[in-house]
Protein backbone atom coordinates (compact mmCIF):
# COMPACT_ATOMS: atom_id res chain seq x y z
CA UNK A 1 0.00 0.00 0.00
CA UNK A 2 1.09 3.34 -0.77
CA UNK A 3 2.64 5.50 2.25
CA UNK A 4 0.55 8.50 2.97
CA UNK A 5 1.19 11.47 4.98
CA UNK A 6 -1.33 13.92 6.65
CA UNK A 7 -1.32 17.38 7.06
CA UNK A 8 -3.14 16.68 10.60
CA UNK A 9 -0.99 15.08 13.14
CA UNK A 10 -1.77 11.91 13.88
CA UNK A 11 0.07 9.72 16.99
CA UNK A 12 2.44 7.70 15.94
CA UNK A 13 0.60 4.72 17.67
CA UNK A 14 -2.65 5.96 16.71
CA UNK A 15 -5.50 2.90 16.38
CA UNK A 16 -7.11 5.71 14.31
CA UNK A 17 -4.81 6.32 10.88
CA UNK A 18 -4.91 7.76 8.05
CA UNK A 19 -4.91 4.50 6.53
CA UNK A 20 -8.34 2.97 8.80
CA UNK A 21 -10.67 6.16 8.87
CA UNK A 22 -13.72 4.03 10.51
CA UNK A 23 -17.14 4.88 11.16
CA UNK A 24 -19.31 5.61 14.12
CA UNK A 25 -22.27 7.26 15.67
CA UNK A 26 -21.49 10.02 17.90
CA UNK A 27 -23.32 13.08 19.71
CA UNK A 28 -21.96 16.28 21.58
CA UNK A 29 -23.07 18.51 24.66
CA UNK A 30 -24.40 20.64 21.18
CA UNK A 31 -25.24 18.05 18.90
CA UNK A 32 -27.64 15.09 18.37
CA UNK A 33 -26.61 12.26 16.98
CA UNK A 34 -25.10 11.69 13.70
CA UNK A 35 -21.91 9.60 11.93
CA UNK A 36 -18.49 10.35 12.60
CA UNK A 37 -15.11 9.07 11.15
CA UNK A 38 -12.13 8.74 13.67
CA UNK A 39 -8.98 10.55 12.90
CA UNK A 40 -6.21 10.55 15.34
CA UNK A 41 -7.48 12.29 18.16
CA UNK A 42 -10.25 13.75 16.36
CA UNK A 43 -13.68 12.95 15.11
CA UNK A 44 -14.96 14.36 11.84
CA UNK A 45 -18.78 15.27 11.94
CA UNK A 46 -19.72 14.08 8.30
CA UNK A 47 -22.45 16.17 8.70
CA UNK A 48 -20.92 19.30 8.22
CA UNK A 49 -19.10 17.38 4.96
CA UNK A 50 -22.56 16.03 3.32
CA UNK A 51 -22.74 18.56 0.67
CA UNK A 52 -19.37 18.17 0.02
CA UNK A 53 -19.76 14.29 -0.02
CA UNK A 54 -22.74 14.08 -1.73
CA UNK A 55 -25.14 12.99 1.21
CA UNK A 56 -28.23 13.15 2.09
CA UNK A 57 -28.56 15.00 5.94
CA UNK A 58 -30.94 12.45 7.06
CA UNK A 59 -28.63 9.64 6.71
CA UNK A 60 -25.64 11.36 8.03
CA UNK A 61 -27.87 13.00 11.02
CA UNK A 62 -29.32 9.63 12.26
CA UNK A 63 -29.11 7.35 15.40
CA UNK A 64 -27.79 4.34 13.93
CA UNK A 65 -25.27 3.83 10.68
CA UNK A 66 -28.04 1.43 8.84
CA UNK A 67 -29.33 3.74 6.44
CA UNK A 68 -25.45 4.96 5.42
CA UNK A 69 -24.56 1.34 5.41
CA UNK A 70 -27.57 0.28 3.01
CA UNK A 71 -26.24 3.17 0.18
CA UNK A 72 -23.43 -0.05 -0.32
CA UNK A 73 -19.85 0.08 -0.42
CA UNK A 74 -19.11 2.15 -3.70
CA UNK A 75 -20.81 5.06 -1.57
CA UNK A 76 -19.29 4.20 2.07
CA UNK A 77 -15.76 3.30 0.74
CA UNK A 78 -15.66 6.23 -1.48
CA UNK A 79 -16.42 8.55 1.58
CA UNK A 80 -13.54 6.41 3.11
CA UNK A 81 -11.38 7.31 -0.03
CA UNK A 82 -12.94 10.89 -0.55
CA UNK A 83 -11.69 12.03 3.37
CA UNK A 84 -7.91 9.56 2.75
CA UNK A 85 -7.80 12.32 -0.27
CA UNK A 86 -8.63 15.34 1.67
CA UNK A 87 -6.37 14.36 4.74
CA UNK A 88 -3.13 13.55 2.85
CA UNK A 89 -0.70 15.86 2.00
CA UNK A 90 0.95 18.79 2.91
CA UNK A 91 -2.38 21.23 2.67
CA UNK A 92 -4.76 21.14 5.21
CA UNK A 93 -8.33 20.87 3.53
CA UNK A 94 -9.72 23.84 5.52
CA UNK A 95 -13.67 21.86 5.22
CA UNK A 96 -12.57 18.46 7.18
CA UNK A 97 -10.48 20.89 9.54
CA UNK A 98 -13.61 22.75 10.33
CA UNK A 99 -15.97 19.68 10.64
CA UNK A 100 -13.35 17.97 13.18
CA UNK A 101 -13.43 17.82 16.67
CA UNK A 102 -11.43 16.52 19.57
CA UNK A 103 -12.32 12.94 20.22
CA UNK A 104 -12.80 13.62 23.82
CA UNK A 105 -15.71 15.99 23.57
CA UNK A 106 -17.67 13.25 21.28
CA UNK A 107 -19.57 10.83 23.41
CA UNK A 108 -20.04 7.29 21.50
CA UNK A 109 -23.25 5.21 20.79
CA UNK A 110 -24.24 1.78 19.46
CA UNK A 111 -22.80 2.36 15.81
CA UNK A 112 -25.54 0.04 13.78
CA UNK A 113 -28.84 -0.79 14.99
CA UNK A 114 -28.73 -4.71 15.17
CA UNK A 115 -31.73 -6.33 13.94
CA UNK A 116 -30.55 -10.10 14.37
CA UNK A 117 -27.49 -11.31 16.15
CA UNK A 118 -25.69 -14.54 15.92
CA UNK A 119 -22.53 -15.91 18.08
CA UNK A 120 -20.08 -18.51 16.13
CA UNK A 121 -18.02 -20.72 18.16
CA UNK A 122 -15.08 -20.94 15.64
CA UNK A 123 -11.90 -20.76 17.37
CA UNK A 124 -10.42 -24.67 17.83
CA UNK A 125 -8.53 -23.68 20.85
CA UNK A 126 -11.24 -22.16 22.95
CA UNK A 127 -14.01 -25.19 22.03
CA UNK A 128 -11.16 -27.65 22.73
CA UNK A 129 -10.30 -26.59 25.75
CA UNK A 130 -14.10 -25.87 26.76
CA UNK A 131 -14.64 -29.68 25.79
CA UNK A 132 -11.58 -31.05 27.66
CA UNK A 133 -12.98 -28.85 31.03
CA UNK A 134 -16.53 -30.12 30.42
CA UNK A 135 -16.88 -33.17 28.36
CA UNK A 136 -13.86 -35.98 27.21
CA UNK A 137 -10.03 -34.65 27.44
CA UNK A 138 -9.12 -37.02 24.31
CA UNK A 139 -12.45 -35.95 22.51
CA UNK A 140 -12.68 -32.43 23.11
CA UNK A 141 -14.28 -31.43 20.02
CA UNK A 142 -17.93 -32.86 18.94
CA UNK A 143 -17.97 -34.59 15.83
CA UNK A 144 -19.69 -31.72 14.06
CA UNK A 145 -17.33 -29.12 14.94
CA UNK A 146 -15.04 -29.49 12.04
CA UNK A 147 -17.71 -29.70 9.63
CA UNK A 148 -19.83 -27.21 10.72
CA UNK A 149 -19.25 -23.70 12.10
CA UNK A 150 -20.90 -23.85 15.09
CA UNK A 151 -23.11 -20.96 16.08
CA UNK A 152 -26.51 -19.80 17.90
CA UNK A 153 -29.13 -17.19 17.58
CA UNK A 154 -28.33 -14.47 20.59
CA UNK A 155 -30.08 -11.32 21.86
CA UNK A 156 -29.93 -7.70 19.66
CA UNK A 157 -31.50 -5.98 22.39
CA UNK A 158 -29.00 -6.19 25.05
CA UNK A 159 -26.38 -5.48 22.54
CA UNK A 160 -24.76 -2.10 24.55
CA UNK A 161 -21.69 0.12 23.67
CA UNK A 162 -18.60 0.40 25.09
CA UNK A 163 -18.51 1.97 28.59
CA UNK A 164 -21.90 1.28 29.36
CA UNK A 165 -21.75 -0.50 32.62
CA UNK A 166 -23.04 -4.51 32.82
CA UNK A 167 -25.16 -5.39 35.85
CA UNK A 168 -23.94 -9.11 37.41
CA UNK A 169 -26.82 -11.43 36.52
CA UNK A 170 -29.13 -13.10 38.78
CA UNK A 171 -30.77 -16.21 37.54
CA UNK A 172 -31.40 -20.18 38.09
CA UNK A 173 -27.81 -22.11 38.86
CA UNK A 174 -27.28 -25.48 40.59
CA UNK A 175 -24.77 -25.51 43.05
CA UNK A 176 -22.53 -28.19 43.00
CA UNK A 177 -23.58 -31.23 44.88
CA UNK A 178 -26.81 -30.03 45.10
CA UNK A 179 -30.30 -31.90 44.08
CA UNK A 180 -32.28 -28.48 43.37
CA UNK A 181 -31.94 -25.44 41.69
CA UNK A 182 -31.24 -22.38 43.41
CA UNK A 183 -32.37 -18.28 42.12
CA UNK A 184 -29.48 -16.36 43.11
CA UNK A 185 -26.58 -13.67 41.55
CA UNK A 186 -24.56 -15.37 39.23
CA UNK A 187 -21.11 -15.97 40.66
CA UNK A 188 -19.55 -17.18 37.57
CA UNK A 189 -19.50 -14.06 35.59
CA UNK A 190 -17.34 -14.23 32.84
CA UNK A 191 -16.02 -12.36 29.82
CA UNK A 192 -15.53 -13.79 25.77
CA UNK A 193 -12.83 -11.67 24.04
CA UNK A 194 -14.34 -12.06 20.63
CA UNK A 195 -14.87 -9.86 16.87
CA UNK A 196 -17.97 -9.37 15.47
CA UNK A 197 -18.33 -8.50 11.60
CA UNK A 198 -21.63 -6.32 10.77
CA UNK A 199 -23.55 -7.28 7.64
CA UNK A 200 -23.51 -4.28 4.81
CA UNK A 201 -25.62 -5.89 2.14
CA UNK A 202 -29.23 -8.00 2.96
CA UNK A 203 -30.13 -11.09 1.12
CA UNK A 204 -33.99 -12.13 0.42
CA UNK A 205 -35.24 -14.82 2.07
CA UNK A 206 -34.69 -18.22 -0.02
CA UNK A 207 -30.80 -16.47 -1.11
CA UNK A 208 -27.37 -18.00 -0.13
CA UNK A 209 -24.48 -15.62 0.14
CA UNK A 210 -21.23 -17.61 -1.29
CA UNK A 211 -18.07 -17.51 0.14
CA UNK A 212 -16.66 -16.03 -3.24
CA UNK A 213 -19.58 -12.83 -2.67
CA UNK A 214 -18.89 -12.90 1.35
CA UNK A 215 -16.79 -9.82 1.55
CA UNK A 216 -19.63 -7.79 -0.61
CA UNK A 217 -21.92 -8.45 2.41
CA UNK A 218 -19.43 -7.67 5.37
CA UNK A 219 -19.49 -3.69 6.08
CA UNK A 220 -16.40 -3.77 8.72
CA UNK A 221 -15.96 -5.43 12.18
CA UNK A 222 -16.20 -4.31 15.86
CA UNK A 223 -14.57 -5.99 19.00
CA UNK A 224 -17.03 -7.40 21.30
CA UNK A 225 -17.11 -9.05 24.80
CA UNK A 226 -19.68 -11.89 24.98
CA UNK A 227 -20.24 -11.67 28.54
CA UNK A 228 -21.39 -14.63 30.77
CA UNK A 229 -22.39 -16.19 33.49
CA UNK A 230 -21.14 -19.78 33.43
CA UNK A 231 -23.05 -21.08 36.21
CA UNK A 232 -26.38 -20.11 34.61
CA UNK A 233 -25.23 -21.23 31.09
CA UNK A 234 -24.36 -24.70 33.02
CA UNK A 235 -27.47 -26.15 34.36
CA UNK A 236 -29.54 -24.12 31.11
CA UNK A 237 -27.47 -24.77 27.98
CA UNK A 238 -29.09 -28.51 27.62
CA UNK A 239 -30.46 -29.42 25.07
CA UNK A 240 -31.40 -26.13 23.41
CA UNK A 241 -27.88 -24.13 23.80
CA UNK A 242 -26.94 -20.48 25.43
CA UNK A 243 -29.82 -18.59 26.83
CA UNK A 244 -30.00 -16.63 29.47
CA UNK A 245 -26.68 -17.03 30.48
CA UNK A 246 -25.67 -15.12 27.69
CA UNK A 247 -28.46 -12.51 26.79
CA UNK A 248 -27.93 -9.96 29.96
CA UNK A 249 -25.37 -7.90 28.27
CA UNK A 250 -22.34 -8.05 25.31
CA UNK A 251 -20.83 -5.13 24.55
CA UNK A 252 -19.22 -3.68 21.89
CA UNK A 253 -16.43 -1.46 20.63
CA UNK A 254 -18.27 2.19 18.93
CA UNK A 255 -15.87 2.28 15.80
CA UNK A 256 -16.32 0.15 13.34
CA UNK A 257 -13.58 -0.26 10.98
CA UNK A 258 -14.34 -1.75 7.11
CA UNK A 259 -13.76 -4.29 5.28
CA UNK A 260 -11.18 -2.26 3.25
CA UNK A 261 -9.28 -0.81 5.73
CA UNK A 262 -8.51 -4.57 7.11
CA UNK A 263 -7.64 -5.92 3.54
CA UNK A 264 -3.84 -5.48 4.08
CA UNK A 265 -3.52 -7.18 7.21
CA UNK A 266 -5.62 -10.33 5.58
CA UNK A 267 -4.11 -13.68 6.22
CA UNK A 268 -4.17 -17.29 5.59
CA UNK A 269 -6.36 -19.06 8.12
CA UNK A 270 -5.44 -22.80 10.03
CA UNK A 271 -5.62 -25.56 7.34
CA UNK A 272 -8.76 -27.20 7.33
CA UNK A 273 -8.65 -31.06 7.87
CA UNK A 274 -11.09 -32.92 7.01
CA UNK A 275 -11.75 -31.20 4.23
CA UNK A 276 -14.70 -29.05 4.40
CA UNK A 277 -18.04 -30.04 2.42
CA UNK A 278 -18.14 -27.41 -1.19
CA UNK A 279 -20.50 -24.27 -0.19
CA UNK A 280 -17.76 -24.22 2.32
CA UNK A 281 -14.83 -23.77 0.01
CA UNK A 282 -13.33 -20.54 -0.09
CA UNK A 283 -10.32 -18.97 -2.42
CA UNK A 284 -7.54 -16.47 -0.98
CA UNK A 285 -6.58 -15.70 2.18
CA UNK A 286 -9.86 -15.73 5.13
CA UNK A 287 -8.35 -14.39 8.16
CA UNK A 288 -7.33 -11.00 9.46
CA UNK A 289 -4.32 -10.74 11.42
CA UNK A 290 -5.50 -8.55 14.44
CA UNK A 291 -3.99 -7.77 17.55
CA UNK A 292 -6.41 -8.41 20.41
CA UNK A 293 -5.90 -8.35 24.31
CA UNK A 294 -8.03 -8.25 27.24
CA UNK A 295 -7.27 -6.02 30.29
CA UNK A 296 -8.41 -6.01 34.09
CA UNK A 297 -9.06 -3.01 36.19
CA UNK A 298 -9.93 -4.02 39.89
CA UNK A 299 -12.01 -1.06 41.80
CA UNK A 300 -9.53 1.81 42.30
CA UNK A 301 -6.73 -0.70 41.25
CA UNK A 302 -3.90 -0.81 38.81
CA UNK A 303 -4.92 -2.35 35.51
CA UNK A 304 -3.00 -5.20 34.02
CA UNK A 305 -3.11 -7.63 31.01
CA UNK A 306 -4.64 -11.20 31.39
CA UNK A 307 -4.71 -12.14 27.75
CA UNK A 308 -3.03 -11.28 24.28
CA UNK A 309 -4.45 -13.38 21.50
CA UNK A 310 -5.30 -12.68 17.51
CA UNK A 311 -8.31 -12.80 15.47
CA UNK A 312 -6.00 -15.16 12.66
CA UNK A 313 -6.33 -18.06 15.09
CA UNK A 314 -10.00 -18.53 14.11
CA UNK A 315 -10.46 -22.16 12.25
CA UNK A 316 -13.82 -20.85 10.48
CA UNK A 317 -13.18 -17.50 8.92
CA UNK A 318 -16.25 -15.00 8.18
CA UNK A 319 -16.36 -16.09 4.60
CA UNK A 320 -17.42 -19.52 5.84
CA UNK A 321 -19.63 -18.40 8.30
CA UNK A 322 -22.13 -16.23 6.33
CA UNK A 323 -21.99 -19.02 3.69
CA UNK A 324 -23.49 -20.87 6.10
CA UNK A 325 -25.32 -19.08 7.88
CA UNK A 326 -27.72 -18.71 4.50
CA UNK A 327 -26.81 -21.83 3.02
CA UNK A 328 -30.75 -22.47 3.51
CA UNK A 329 -31.98 -19.57 2.24
CA UNK A 330 -31.83 -17.92 6.10
CA UNK A 331 -31.96 -14.00 5.01
CA UNK A 332 -29.55 -11.03 6.31
CA UNK A 333 -30.25 -7.29 6.88
CA UNK A 334 -27.79 -4.56 7.09
CA UNK A 335 -26.80 -4.24 10.34
CA UNK A 336 -27.06 -7.76 11.69
CA UNK A 337 -24.03 -8.72 14.12
CA UNK A 338 -22.04 -11.92 13.74
CA UNK A 339 -19.68 -12.50 16.48
CA UNK A 340 -17.01 -15.07 16.21
CA UNK A 341 -17.08 -16.82 19.38
CA UNK A 342 -14.11 -16.58 22.28
CA UNK A 343 -11.08 -16.39 20.20
CA UNK A 344 -8.59 -18.04 21.86
CA UNK A 345 -4.60 -19.40 20.88
CA UNK A 346 -2.77 -22.03 21.86
CA UNK A 347 -0.47 -20.86 24.74
CA UNK A 348 -2.13 -20.01 28.26
CA UNK A 349 -1.77 -16.33 27.93
CA UNK A 350 -3.97 -16.41 24.65
CA UNK A 351 -6.91 -17.89 26.17
CA UNK A 352 -9.97 -15.48 25.63
CA UNK A 353 -12.38 -15.98 28.72
CA UNK A 354 -11.74 -16.47 32.40
CA UNK A 355 -13.14 -19.90 32.22
CA UNK A 356 -10.19 -20.56 30.47
CA UNK A 357 -7.38 -18.70 32.08
CA UNK A 358 -8.67 -19.83 35.57
CA UNK A 359 -9.69 -23.12 34.21
CA UNK A 360 -12.55 -23.84 35.40
CA UNK A 361 -11.61 -22.39 38.77
CA UNK A 362 -9.12 -24.95 39.53
CA UNK A 363 -5.60 -22.29 38.83
CA UNK A 364 -6.64 -18.96 40.64
CA UNK A 365 -5.03 -15.63 38.62
CA UNK A 366 -3.31 -13.96 40.88
CA UNK A 367 -3.56 -10.42 40.40
CA UNK A 368 -0.43 -7.42 41.32
CA UNK A 369 -2.96 -6.28 44.32
CA UNK A 370 -2.60 -9.83 45.51
CA UNK A 371 -6.50 -10.74 44.87
CA UNK A 372 -7.19 -13.50 43.03
CA UNK A 373 -9.71 -14.11 40.52
CA UNK A 374 -11.53 -17.22 38.77
CA UNK A 375 -14.06 -15.11 37.41
CA UNK A 376 -14.45 -10.76 37.92
CA UNK A 377 -15.86 -9.54 40.59
CA UNK A 378 -18.02 -6.54 41.33
CA UNK A 379 -16.10 -3.04 40.55
CA UNK A 380 -14.08 -5.17 37.76
CA UNK A 381 -13.09 -3.23 34.48
CA UNK A 382 -12.42 -5.49 31.54
CA UNK A 383 -11.39 -4.15 28.62
CA UNK A 384 -10.43 -5.71 25.13
CA UNK A 385 -8.70 -3.94 22.91
CA UNK A 386 -7.63 -4.81 19.06
CA UNK A 387 -5.28 -3.26 16.15
CA UNK A 388 -3.64 -4.79 12.89
CA UNK A 389 0.12 -3.22 12.27
CA UNK A 390 2.19 -4.07 9.01
CA UNK A 391 5.02 -1.71 7.59
CA UNK A 392 4.29 1.32 9.65
CA UNK A 393 0.76 1.07 9.33
CA UNK A 394 -1.80 0.95 11.99
CA UNK A 395 -5.59 0.37 12.15
CA UNK A 396 -7.32 -0.28 15.05
CA UNK A 397 -10.20 -0.79 16.71
CA UNK A 398 -9.68 1.27 20.07
CA UNK A 399 -11.33 -0.77 22.83
CA UNK A 400 -14.68 -2.06 24.45
CA UNK A 401 -14.85 -1.57 27.77
CA UNK A 402 -17.19 -2.27 30.52
CA UNK A 403 -17.38 -2.20 34.45
CA UNK A 404 -18.90 -4.72 36.50
CA UNK A 405 -21.87 -3.11 38.66
CA UNK A 406 -23.32 -5.41 41.26
CA UNK A 407 -26.48 -7.53 40.94
CA UNK A 408 -29.38 -5.46 41.95
CA1 LIG B 1 -19.61 -16.34 22.69
Redesign the pocket.
Known amino acids: MKKLESWLEIPQDSDFSIYNLPFGIFSTVARGKRIGVAIGDQVIDLSMLAKKLKLDKEVVENNYLNDFIALGKDVTNGVRLKLQEWLSGADEDLDVKEAMLSSKDAVMHMPVKVGDYT?FYSSMEHATNVGKMFRDPENALLPNWKHIPVGYHGRASSIIPSGTPIRRPKGQVMPKDATEPVYQASERLDM?L?MAFIVGKETELGESITTANADDHIFGMVLFN?W?ARDIQKWEYVPLGPFLGKSFASSASPWVVTLEALKPFSVQGPEQDPKVLSYLEYEGEGNYDVNLSVDITPKDGETERICNSNYRYMYWNQKQQLAHHTVNGCNVNVGDMM?S??ISGKDENSYGSMLEIAWAGTKPLTLKDGSTRVFFKDGDTVTIKGHAEKDGMRVGFGEVTAEILPAL
Request: proline share 0%; aromatic share 0%.
Open positions: DEEDSAGT
